[in-house]
């Protein structure tokens, strides 16, 4: 018979970790591990461990939504700066929200304006770029997310 090559530590050098649970909880969890053929600890590891598999897939998903905000970013960064070179050449259509209706256009207020929104823009593209590598290892290693990232998903 072959012999059985391990993946974990040997038992003897995991240190035993009491828990309190309430009795209802308890029972839910022998019976599954009775169903899938594990020991009640078994059960609560493989069930620890696969909440950290939920991290991986939840930091995945945040990445997949910040890649696609850093994509729209990119393209309104590239709206506006087009924008702004076609008011320069003359062409006022693509600027005229930046002016209450009704009154004339001040180029200068006009392009400051429009200057200021462009930064505003710059920044969340930044700021979305830098969550990448954080998101890249939270999906490798399960870690947590820092909240900053979810607040700024929410926002975008």
Do not use: C
């Amino acid at each position: 018979m072959a012999k059985k090559t391990e993946t974990r530590p040997a038992t003897a050098s995991i240190n035993p970790f009491g828990l309190r649970m309430q009795p209802e909880l308890r029972e839910r969890l022998e019976a599954s591990a009775a169903l899938s053929g594990r020991s009640l600890n078994a059960e609560i590891v493989q069930r620890l461990e696969a909440s950290f598999g939920h991290n991986k897939r939840t930091a995945f998903e945040l990445l997949r939504r910040t890649i696609e905000v850093v994509t729209s970013t990119e393209a309104s960064l590239q709206r506006m700066r087009s924008d702004i070179e076609s008011y320069q050449s003359g062409d006022k259509a693509p600027l005229a929200w930046l002016t209450a209706p009704g009154q004339p256009q001040e180029d200068k207020k006009v392009l400051d304006a429009a200057r200021q929104v462009l930064d505003l823009i710059d920044k969340d593209l930044v700021r979305a770029r830098s969550f990448v590598p954080v998101l890249i290892e939270a999906t490798k290693s399960g870690g947590p997310v820092p909240e900053e990232i979810y607040s700024f998903l929410a926002q975008a």
